[in-house]
């Protein structure tokens, strides 16, 4: 039975989420706020996913979220009353995979954490890309640059990989939201254009070298003459 962290200082809603939950066939787990969370995150190692609340006290979402990103790529979605653009943009920033506002459908959750799962589940071979200092691998879900783990959101592993899989291919925006993000989703696909963004960051002098942006297009891993992919 996977493990799932609710995390939201509203009792009400950490009992309606986890009821669906169990009926759903997961163990949740209740926390009232992030710095709760993040323990009870450390006492199960084998959580599969957490659902943060952004406005919680002691630790807001936000934070929760950051300081999990500095220890795992577990997926995580992001509860949030307020509809306002700029808590999308934190919540991403912060490392989330998903993002839902209240009030909302249990049902429509339970499905959005069905596809974050599936997406992180379907990575299950042993394959592993390597393009110059960079190796991918797929059975351990893991991405090493010059033998040093890099810490990726879900998201962001799932557009290296989609990317690294298929090199000098363009994929476009609208591609890359329905293959990683689901038809169902309904945010801007400015989405993909932020976490490319980050994920080249976080890559540095390898991500500014071989993501390439396809101006009006989408992106593409560009392989040179002199490199080598396995």
């Not at 009870?40 to 979402?61: K, S």
């Not at 009030?103 to 069905?114: D, E, G, N, Q, W």
Request: with cysteine; net charge negative.
């Amino acid at each position: 039975m996977k493990k799932i962290i609710v995390a939201d200082d509203e009792e009400l809603i950490r009992n309606l989420v986890s009821d669906f939950l169990i009926k759903e066939g997961f163990e949740p787990l209740k926390a009232s706020d992030g710095e709760e969370a993040l323990a009870l995150f450390d006492e199960n190692p084998d959580v599969a996913l957490l659902i943060l609340d952004i406005m919680m006290p002691n630790m807001d979402g936000w934070e929760a979220c950051r300081k999990l990103r500095e220890k795992s790529n577990v997926p995580v979605i992001m509860l949030t009353a307020r509809s306002q653009e700029f808590d999308e943009l934190m919540g991403f920033e912060a490392g989330a995979d998903d993002y839902v506002t209240k009030p909302f459908s249990p049902s429509v959750l339970m499905k959005r954490i069905a596809a974050l799962l599936r997406r992180e589940n379907s990575s299950t071979a042993s394959d592993v890309l390597v393009l110059d200092n960079l190796e991918l691998n797929q059975g351990a879900h893991s991405v090493t640059l010059d033998g040093k783990p890099v810490s990726l959101t879900l998201k962001e592993y799932s557009i290296l990989l989609k990317l690294l899989s298929m090199s000098d291919r363009v994929f476009t925006r609208e591609q890359l939201l329905d293959d990683i993000w689901g038809y169902d989703f309904y945010g801007d696909i400015r989405t993909v254009d932020s976490h490319v963004a980050r994920l080249r960051t976080k890559l540095g002098a390898w991500g500014m070298k071989y993501i390439k942006t396809i101006y009006g297009t989408g992106y593409k891993i560009e392989v040179n003459a002199n490199d080598g992919k396995n």
